[in-house]
């Protein structure tokens, strides 16, 4: 007998993991909800919708409310999440005159439709190669979007150029110009931009830009500015060298933790030797550094003379698995990993191997090798 759509449609709601309906109640929570009301009642022409829970989103959303806020200009900033997003019903809000896009240009057809059920300037920023065929002429001429993607401009970046250049146009009684931020702000903000943008891009190369990436992100559980009232002076207050260092002190404690367990390297005969031999350590407790010591293993085994391959072993769920990691481009590491039932790249890998299995792998030529005997 065949279950009924509307059973099935409980039963898949009902075995929806609890994460997604915190993240349900969070985005679409009633104090979201609550605050699109009193937006409609209050007819507040402007509405910011921001990538959540991405940085360039939330210091796009940043300098829209500086920009409002600098004008006294009504507005209602919210986070929005592919995981549990608004409806265009939702946010339909009586007397709106424009709604930005921050790092995002919304699912497939909202914007449009959002402009089309309230005859409202869409104006949306992305930096995404995804976002490029949003981009088209048609809906541009016809409809009020306008979608700025720039491929070599993280969202965030844009967001502020955009911002400041509105606010400079700007003309007051007294002449007096207002800047988006002071001078102490501004340099302070526009080096976290830079850093920000360099990883929105892949292109990782300003200095310490790893150490800036892991101390970034602790903030990113603060980016919902329904549930976090601070969130915009918090990010205000961000400073590079801050991050740095606290990224810095973070990496240092992980390379003395894996330093450790380098001390005790043993050969592996992958395959039983039919993929060639390579260096490998047992990190029982310390599985998540497994991509840290995979690497320097690899090293390790090229200086070795072995493949320049690093086996990182340890128990998962009462499983034994075998992590392999590579620095070498014409190495792949998945053919091994592929042929016991696993998979990944050809620079990072791993498998579940049969504990029998592992230890004919354990090569009986050599005792473990100190980790100062193969450490470039």
């Given at each position: 007998m065949s279950l009924s759509a509307t059973f099935k449609r409980r039963l898949t709601a009902s075995s929806l993991p609890s994460r997604f309906h915190i993240l349900v109640r969070r985005f679409r929570s009633d104090a979201a909800l609550e605050a699109i009301r009193e937006a409609s009642e209050n007819e507040t022409p402007n509405l910011v919708l921001y990538n959540?829970?991405?940085?360039?989103?939330?210091?796009g959303a940043l300098f829209a409310h500086l920009y409002h806020s600098r004008l006294d200009l009504p507005c209602l900033i919210l986070p929005f999440s592919a995981a549990a997003p608004f409806r265009v019903d939702d946010l339909c809000i009586e007397g709106m005159k424009t709604c930005y896009f921050l790092d995002f240009l919304g699912p497939k057809d909202f914007a449009l439709e959002l402009s089309r059920r309230k005859s409202s300037e869409i104006i949306g920023f992305d930096h995404r190669k995804s976002a490029l065929c949003r981009n088209s002429p048609s809906e541009n001429s016809d409809m009020k979007l306008r979608f700025h993607v720039n491929i070599e401009k993280s969202s965030s970046a844009a967001a502020y150029e955009y911002f400041c250049s509105k606010l400079s146009e700007t003309r007051f009684d007294n002449d007096d110009s207002i800047n988006l931020l002071n001078h102490e702000d501004r340099e302070r903000v526009e080096m976290v931009l830079k850093y920000?943008?360099?990883g929105d891009l892949r292109q990782w190369s300003l200095p310490d830009i790893k150490a800036f990436n892991i101390g970034l992100k602790e903030w990113r559980s603060k980016l919902n500015c329904i549930t976090n009232s601070s969130m915009f002076q918090q990010l205000m207050e961000i400073s590079c060298a801050d991050l740095i260092t606290r990224g810095n002190a973070y990496l240092s404690g992980r390379q003395t933790a894996a330093n450790k367990l380098l001390r005790k390297v043993f050969r592996v005969r992958l395959g039983r030797?039919?993929?060639g031999e390579c260096l490998g350590v047992r990190a029982d407790g310390n599985s998540d550094f497994s991509d840290e010591i995979g690497k320097e293993l690899s090293q390790m085994s090229a200086t070795a003379g072995l493949r320049p391959i690093g086996a990182v072993i340890h128990m998962q769920r009462n499983n034994l698995k075998m992590c392999l990691r590579t620095l070498d481009s014409s190495t792949d590491t998945s053919e091994v990993a592929k042929a016991y039932g696993g998979g990944g790249s050809p620079s990072s890998s791993?498998?579940?191997?049969?504990?029998?299995?592992?230890?004919q792998w354990l090569s009986t030529q050599s005792s473990p090798i100190r980790q100062s005997s193969?450490?470039?």
């Amino acid at each position: 007998m065949s279950l009924s759509a509307t059973f099935k449609r409980r039963l898949t709601a009902s075995s929806l993991p609890s994460r997604f309906h915190i993240l349900v109640r969070r985005f679409r929570s009633d104090a979201a909800l609550e605050a699109i009301r009193e937006a409609s009642e209050n007819e507040t022409p402007n509405l910011v919708l921001y990538n959540y829970p991405s940085f360039s989103g939330a210091y796009g959303a940043l300098f829209a409310h500086l920009y409002h806020s600098r004008l006294d200009l009504p507005c209602l900033i919210l986070p929005f999440s592919a995981a549990a997003p608004f409806r265009v019903d939702d946010l339909c809000i009586e007397g709106m005159k424009t709604c930005y896009f921050l790092d995002f240009l919304g699912p497939k057809d909202f914007a449009l439709e959002l402009s089309r059920r309230k005859s409202s300037e869409i104006i949306g920023f992305d930096h995404r190669k995804s976002a490029l065929c949003r981009n088209s002429p048609s809906e541009n001429s016809d409809m009020k979007l306008r979608f700025h993607v720039n491929i070599e401009k993280s969202s965030s970046a844009a967001a502020y150029e955009y911002f400041c250049s509105k606010l400079s146009e700007t003309r007051f009684d007294n002449d007096d110009s207002i800047n988006l931020l002071n001078h102490e702000d501004r340099e302070r903000v526009e080096m976290v931009l830079k850093y920000i943008q360099d990883g929105d891009l892949r292109q990782w190369s300003l200095p310490d830009i790893k150490a800036f990436n892991i101390g970034l992100k602790e903030w990113r559980s603060k980016l919902n500015c329904i549930t976090n009232s601070s969130m915009f002076q918090q990010l205000m207050e961000i400073s590079c060298a801050d991050l740095i260092t606290r990224g810095n002190a973070y990496l240092s404690g992980r390379q003395t933790a894996a330093n450790k367990l380098l001390r005790k390297v043993f050969r592996v005969r992958l395959g039983r030797g039919f993929y060639g031999e390579c260096l490998g350590v047992r990190a029982d407790g310390n599985s998540d550094f497994s991509d840290e010591i995979g690497k320097e293993l690899s090293q390790m085994s090229a200086t070795a003379g072995l493949r320049p391959i690093g086996a990182v072993i340890h128990m998962q769920r009462n499983n034994l698995k075998m992590c392999l990691r590579t620095l070498d481009s014409s190495t792949d590491t998945s053919e091994v990993a592929k042929a016991y039932g696993g998979g990944g790249s050809p620079s990072s890998s791993s498998f579940i191997i049969r504990m029998d299995e592992y230890n004919q792998w354990l090569s009986t030529q050599s005792s473990p090798i100190r980790q100062s005997s193969g450490r470039r």
